[in-house]
């Protein structure tokens, strides 16, 4: 059973920056994809990003530069910044088994990111 523990998120005005961090706790398996994934209101979930256990990278074209994703073992952190209206959703931590970069074979229960003036 694998279990991933989010943290982070909150509410920032436009502009503003978040990071969201996430952990794999419990066991795991030793080659796995980690990364994150969005739900906004009446939306379907999308991809944002993802790191492989070998350090391959995968953004959502709309990040564009704005987002970093960074990994140490089993945590994964996004580092969010020039948040607009349009990232506020909820973000879930994802992972991906046999180093899947799609990710979506785990998931954590979400954490809400609201962007706001």
């Known amino acids: 059973q694998v279990q991933l523990a989010e943290s982070g998120g909150g509410s920032v005005q436009p502009g503003g920056s978040l990071r969201l961090d996430c952990a794999a706790v419990a066991h795991v398996f030793s080659i796995a994809a980690m990364g994150w994934y969005r739900q906004a209101p009446g939306k379907q979930r999308e991809f944002v990003a993802s790191i492989t256990a070998t350090g391959n990278i995968k953004y959502a074209d709309f990040v564009k530069g704005r987002f970093t994703i960074s990994r140490v073992k089993k945590t994964v952190a996004l580092q969010m910044s020039s948040l607009n209206p349009e990232d506020t959703a909820v973000y879930y931590c994802?992972?991906?088994?046999?180093?899947?970069?799609?990710?979506?074979?785990?998931w954590g229960e979400g954490t809400q990111v609201t962007v706001s003036s």
């Open positions: 994802s992972m991906g088994i046999e180093d899947n970069p799609l990710l979506g074979d785990w």
